[in-house]
C-alpha cells in the first residue's frame, strides 16, 4: 500500500479506560483508509509520546483481519463530492425562511 498522506484526528484520553484514542487517515491511491487505534498509558504520559504510538499502531493493524476501519474509494469519494454542492444547496433552500428572521 503506497502512502501519500496521513492524518492524525483529534487524540483523546478516555479516563474509564485510561488510555488515548484516536482516529488515524491514511490517504493512498486507493482512497481513504480510516483506523481507529489506542493505547493503554496513564494521563501524564507526553501527547507526543502517544501520538508515535498510535501512529505505529495503527499502521499495523492496516492489513490485520478485525482491525476497526473505514475505507473510501476513489470512485466513492468522486460521486460524492459531485453531489454534495446539490444536497447543500437543498437544505439552503429548506432552510431560508430563516434569513427573514436574521434579517430583522
Known amino acids: 500500500m503506497t502512502e501519500s498522506q496521513t492524518q492524525i484526528g483529534d487524540m483523546r484520553y ?20 480510516r483506523v481507529a487505534s489506542s493505547f493503554d498509558a496513564p494521563v501524564t504520559t507526553q501527547p507526543d509520546a502517544a501520538e508515535r504510538v498510535l501512529l505505529a499502531r495503527a499502521l499495523a493493524a492496516l492489513d490485520q483481519p478485525g482491525t476497526l476501519q473505514s475505507r473510501m ?5 468522486s460521486q460524492r463530492d459531485v453531489m454534495r454542492p446539490r444536497a447543500m444547496g437543498d437544505e439552503r433552500r429548506k432552510s431560508g425562511w430563516l434569513s427573514w428572521f436574521r434579517a430583522a
Open 14 to 33: 478516555n479516563a474509564a479506560e485510561q488510555r488515548f484514542e484516536v482516529l488515524v487517515t491514511f490517504h493512498t491511491d486507493a482512497g481513504r483508509v
Open 73 to 77: 474509494t476513489m470512485e466513492n469519494s
